[in-house]
């Protein structure tokens, strides 16, 4: 696996793997790999011939007091991790290669709707830094094809809207979320919690999945749902920054009309935040 740090390359690698008739695809990281970014890795080898991951702890989609400077840097291992799940070349670019111009006169990408609202509502101006740099990553490395993890499911429809709302010819694939034997969905942020925090982290998705079993039962309304599971999170020492009931495919607040929900949920550790979701499908049939 090779590792490349500028554009120019890039495009050349890339362009050498089209001219030998290989589907491109791309798994965008910030780098700080796991088993959830391996299985996004695998995905695209079963998808494509020539994978391409990018690491890059991309500034503009940090808020002022967020955690880009303690965000871990661990190049060596993560191209470890590449090379075993199989990926064939690694964009590895700095800041300046990403934004000769600097971030403040950059063009920016902005999907309105779904980036409105839970991580968007708590995070203003995050959705626009992550469409703008995903933009660019495939405008830089021209893929077929690119792997998302579906834990962060608002980012992965952002980025489904983007597409389509821009007509880019690239087929979007959402990975499921790898979790612990716990359930604690795999994330970078993880390595931030101590001992304790860890011990009570895996109660996030415990509650997701309660929250799911009364959906499907349909015997509680929504809100009741939600006042319930955020009481439940904080017994747990777990401080909810939101916790919503959305429609799966359009992110707006679900109906016990809805079929296919997503229980979306952030939540706070001591300073660590934590994020998770649960789709719910309720069938075809009207509850009873
Ligand atoms: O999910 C991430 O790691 C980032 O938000 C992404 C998609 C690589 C954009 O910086």
Redo the contacts with the bound molecule.
């Keep these: 696996m090779k590792t490349v740090s500028s554009v120019r390359e890039l495009r050349a690698a890339v362009a050498e793997a089209r001219a030998a008739g290989k589907r491109v695809g791309l798994v965008?990281?910030?780098?700080n790999l796991h088993s959830g970014?391996a299985a996004l890795v695998r995905r695209a080898t079963q998808l494509a011939d020539f994978v391409v991951a990018?690491i890059?702890?991309?500034p503009?989609?940090f808020g002022a007091n967020e955690d880009l400077d303690k965000y871990p840097r661990t190049l060596a291992a993560d191209q470890e991790t590449l090379f075993e799940a199989g990926c064939d070349l690694l964009f590895a670019p700095t800041v300046a290669e990403m934004y000769p111009r600097g971030m403040q006169g950059q063009t920016r990408v902005s999907v309105p709707g779904v980036s409105e609202g839970l991580c968007g509502g708590s995070r203003p101006g995050h959705f626009d830094?992550?469409s703008t740099?995903?933009c660019k990553?495939f405008n830089m490395a021209l893929p077929d094809l690119a792997v998302?993890?579906e834990k962060?499911f608002q980012?992965l429809a952002v980025?489904r809207r983007m597409v389509s709302d821009l007509n880019m010819p690239i087929e979007i694939f959402g990975e499921p979320t790898v979790r612990a034997e716990d359930g604690l969905a795999l994330s970078?942020r993880n390595g931030y919690l101590t001992a304790e925090q860890r011990a009570a982290a895996p109660r996030l998705y415990a509650t997701l999945m309660q929250m799911a079993a009364r959906l499907r039962d349909g015997k509680s309304d929504i809100s009741a749902l939600i006042r319930d599971g955020a009481r439940q999170l904080e017994e747990a020492g777990l401080r909810p920054d939101y916790l919503e009931v959305r429609e799966a495919s359009n992110l707006q607040p679900a109906t016990l009309e809805d079929r296919h929900c997503v229980i979306l949920a952030a939540a706070y550790l001591g300073t660590t935040r934590l994020i998770d979701n649960l789709a719910v499908d309720l069938g075809d049939s009207a509850k009873s």
């Design positions: 965008p990281t910030m780098g970014h990018s890059f702890v991309n503009m989609q830094g992550v740099v995903v990553l998302f993890g962060d980012q980025i970078s």
